[in-house]
């Protein structure tokens, strides 16, 4: 059983930095493109960034410049870098794996506030 678990959110003031992980136990870490959502108060999730197992990045417009997003196969574990953070960016941030097998695996979210 795959399990995705995010940390690293919080409460942080426009301009500011946050990195958010998320740790997968299960065998698809290293098949799966690993990436993150996030869904703002009365808005659809969307795309925030995803990488490849090849370590190919993509990133939303609106995040390029400042996300980072990143794997670690030694730890299973996947992080996005927020710098420059914008009141825009608040939302619930979900991390993803899809895996080879073609099954999408959620996390439970982690909330990030940007304070104007």
């Known amino acids: 059983q795959v399990q995705l678990v995010e940390s690293g959110g919080g409460l942080v003031q426009a301009g500011g930095s946050l990195r958010l992980s998320c740790a997968a136990s299960g065998s698809v870490f290293s098949r799966s493109v690993m990436g993150w959502y996030r869904q703002a108060p009365g808005k659809q999730r969307e795309l925030v960034a995803d990488?490849?197992?090849?370590?190919?990045?993509n990133y939303a417009e609106s995040v390029k410049g400042r996300f980072t997003i990143s794997r670690d196969s030694a730890k299973n574990t996947v992080y996005l870098q927020m710098n420059g953070l914008k009141p825009e960016d608040t939302g619930v941030y979900y991390c993803?794996?899809?895996?080879?097998?073609?099954?999408?695996?959620w996390g439970k979210g982690t909330l990030v506030t940007v304070s104007s």
């Open positions: 993803n794996a899809f895996a080879s097998s073609g099954v999408n695996y």
């Open positions: 990488i490849t197992s090849g370590l190919r990045t």
